[in-house]
T-cell receptor
């Protein structure tokens, strides 16, 4: 069964600290993996995208990694800011056009 | 701003009623996707239209229907509403028939439906 599992479900950290969010997937045939950021009351916005041949991709303070062998991805946020408070959603696309969404990690940044 | 416009932003209605949600895709995008997001649930794919034609169907209930018009805007119709239909409904658009490496989904800010 095609699944995308994210952990932790929620996370609270202090402003300025780093954090890492995890995504494990069991999908086939894999095409690409995106991380989206969803602010409260807004639609998701794409942060990064990686295919199986890409191990890492950065977007400012966000760095995503992908291990296609273990089917794991992570999103690392450096020097967190209050505006990073949001849900982060891991989304895997299959080669047959299906898109599988994880349930997201809810990140709270405290001042 | 994603360029995808959804109206209304909020909708409160009673059980058994029928509502219509509207979506205008980003300029130049031919595909429109509808998603449902319930509390603490991930985005659930409902249906996709490409250039006016239905392209893919997900977990869409028979009480729900959608269409894409010649000007590419789309409407999602929800009928015989139940309490469990309360959710955020998102519309997304993409350039081509499929979301690809260079063609991400662009999401609107959703319509929050509350069924009482």
């Amino acid at each position: 069964k095609n699944q995308v599992e994210q952990s932790p479900q929620s996370l609270i950290i202090l402003e300025g600290k780093n954090c890492t969010l995890q995504c494990n997937y069991t999908v086939s045939p894999f095409s690409n993996l995106r991380w989206y950021k969803q602010d409260t009351g807004r639609g998701p916005v794409s942060l990064t995208i990686m295919t199986f041949s890409e191990n890492t991709k950065s977007n400012g303070r966000y760095t995503a990694t992908l291990d296609a062998d273990t089917k794991q991805s992570s999103l690392h946020i450096t020097a967190s800011q209050l505006s990073d408070s949001a849900s982060y959603i891991c989304v895997v696309s299959l080669r047959d056009d299906k898109i599988i969404f994880g349930k997201g990690t809810r990140l709270h940044i405290l001042p | 701003d994603s360029g995808v416009t959804q109206t209304p932003k909020h909708l409160i209605t009673a059980t058994g009623q029928r509502v219509t949600l509207r979506c205008s895709p980003r300029s130049g995008d031919l595909s429109v996707y509808w998603y449902q997001q319930s509390l603490d649930q991930g985005l659930q794919f409902l249906i996709q239209y490409y250039n006016g034609e239905e392209r893919a169907k997900g977990n869409i209930l028979e009480r729900f229907s959608a269409q894409q018009f010649p000007d590419l805007h789309s409407e999602l119709n929800l009928s015989s509403l139940e309490l469990g239909d309360s959710a955020l409904y998102f519309c997304a658009s993409s350039v081509g028939a499929r979301s690809s490496y260079n063609s991400p989904l662009h999401f609107g800010n959703g319509t929050r439906l509350t069924v009482t």
